[in-house]
């Protein structure tokens, strides 16, 4: 790739002080025309050798486009903000809004070229991050991310004498050091390994364009070039609104099994034995989130459950067990205007856990394959697709040493019109019972059809659903505690 490229582009500076100005005026022209329709973001991805000229370029699209209106964010080392979060994270809390351009210098797919080059990674290592790197850009595609990716390079024989320039320019010296000339000295292995990563990434929705970096006013105007025809082109198409579905048709149980109707949800338990072990395991949690190890842990638990099954009442019975500094719960409704502006994700990545605390979803993620399906808020294609972007998401929590506890709690159909009843002539109750929880309840088997495709397609091994019966909220909060419990110390066990 690198090889047959030609990296000799030159432009003369005439040339570029006449074609400067227009192109310019054409990127403001587009920035101006993308923040109006607000339909999607445009992230603009550069990676490539030392001394291409990556870092000019970032500056002068800086000085070309309003800045206001551009996030560039440079990547380097986590910080120990960032170290304490699956590595994915800094990624999304720095992802455009819908309507503006980012500019990520250096990204996700930097640590990996680096491991591979200088920490011998294995090559089964390596290709396993490279399908992860496909998986976030397809998602990120396929939630309306405008990815333009830029691949800066020189030849060994250009990056020297570019190395050398700066580093005998009393101006420019500070930027060459150690490790600028670290990198100089592999580069014969940092090339094979990128041009493998470059040709494995490179797909019809996010391509790499490769810049020659050897003259300046070429590799300006190429890169600028290039987000003007990416940004104009889907500018010019018309916008498409996603048509409204209706649920899946068919029944819950078209395979024998509905993991739901199953449930025993009349569970027998006393309110003197409930109190004995509500001691118990409260106390049981309280040590577990003091232990030695706990520190380099993170818990993640997620609440869903038929309205009025007692989502509530189990979450405080957890909190109570907790130090208030240590623990976040998380509500989730309906999306805010910036959380719409974002991928579908962002919401739920911004709110993750450091490493020692636990943060509780109440509602989460899993709105995409239920509330969202059966309302028709999205498109099949979209709820559809979301199962593998969940498992992916949540198997990169808990490669990164966090404990995801998911709990389903199912009452009745009787047991949930009883409690609507009650919250109605109960006046500090009131609040909890809406129109929408009397809308729901009337679409109560398309409901049933998406949780039960939910715990077939989401429930993994590192990650399974427990279906929780929760007709007695006595049964219910012990057995909330238990899993909890039970799943902290098998983690904690593990070292």
């Not at 910080?79 to 455009?96: G, H, I, K, T």
């Not at 072990?277 to 520190?295: A, D, P, V």
């Not at 380099?296 to 009442?313: H, I, P, R, S, W």
């Not at 910036?338 to 709105?367: C, M, N, V």
Request: aromatic share 12%; glycine share 6%; charged share 30%.
């Amino acid at each position: 790739m690198f090889d047959s490229a030609n990296l000799d582009h030159h432009i003369s500076k005439d040339r570029f002080r006449r074609e400067e100005p227009k192109l310019r005026t054409a990127l403001l022209e587009a920035q101006v025309r993308l923040g109006q329709a607000k339909r999607f973001p445009v992230l603009i991805l550069v990676g490539g050798v030392e001394g291409a000229g990556k870092g000019e370029t970032v500056n002068l699209l800086n000085e070309w486009m309003d800045p206001r209106y551009i996030q560039t964010t440079a990547f380097g080392l986590p910080n120990e903000e960032e170290d304490s979060r699956p590595a994915m994270w800094r990624y999304w809390q720095a992802l455009p809004p819908k309507g503006r351009f980012g500019i990520f210098f250096g990204g996700w797919h930097t640590q990996t070229l680096v491991d591979r080059v200088f920490k011998a990674e294995s090559k089964s290592r390596f290709e396993t991050e490279i399908a992860a790197i496909q998986r976030f850009e397809r998602m990120l595609t396929d939630e309306g991310v405008l990815l333009i990716k830029c691949w800066f390079h020189l030849s060994k024989r250009q990056q020297k004498k570019r190395l050398e320039a700066l580093e005998s320019d009393k101006k420019t010296r500070w930027r060459v050091g150690t490790e600028e000339w670290r990198y100089f000295n592999a580069s014969d292995r940092f090339n094979q390994v990128s041009e493998h990563l470059i040709r494995a990434t490179s797909t019809g929705e996010a391509p790499w364009v490769i810049v020659p970096g050897a003259d300046p006013n070429y590799r300006a105007l190429l890169t600028g070039r290039t987000i003007l025809a990416r940004v104009n082109e889907r500018l010019d198409q018309k916008a498409v609104s996603a048509p409204a579905v209706k649920p899946t048709p068919r029944p819950a149980d078209v395979d024998g099994l509905n993991v739901i109707r199953a449930l025993e949800l009349d569970q027998v338990y006393d309110k003197a034995t409930y109190e004995k072990e509500l001691e118990k395991w409260q106390g049981r949690l309280n040590l577990l989130s003091r232990h030695k190890r706990f520190k380099n842990l993170a818990v993640v638990t997620v609440f869903e459950g038929n309205d009025a099954a007692g989502k509530g009442g189990a979450i405080r019975r957890i909190t109570q067990s907790l130090d208030a500094r240590f623990y976040r719960g998380v509500a989730i409704a309906a999306p805010t205007e910036e959380e719409r502006a974002q991928p579908y994700l962002w919401r739920f990545w911004r709110h993750l856990p450091r490493k020692g605390r636990f943060t509780i979803f109440d509602r989460s993620w899993y709105g995409r394959v239920l509330v969202e399906r059966v309302e028709g808020f999205c498109s099949e294609a979209d709820w559809m697709r979301a199962y593998s972007e969940i498992n992916d998401f949540e198997a990169q929590l808990i490669s990164h040493d966090t404990v995801v506890v998911k709990y389903w709690l199912a009452i009745s159909k009787e047991e949930q019109l009883r409690r609507f009843k009650l919250r109605e002539a109960t006046s500090f109750k009131q609040w909890k019972i809406t129109d929408e929880d009397w809308r729901n309840r009337k679409k109560w088997e398309a409901y049933e059809t998406a949780v039960c495709d939910m715990v077939e397609r989401t429930s993994t091994e590192i990650a399974p659903w427990t279906l929780v019966e929760a007709n007695n909220k006595y049964f219910a909060r012990i057995k909330v505690l238990k899993t909890l419990v039970k799943a902290v110390e098998e983690r904690l066990a593990k070292g």
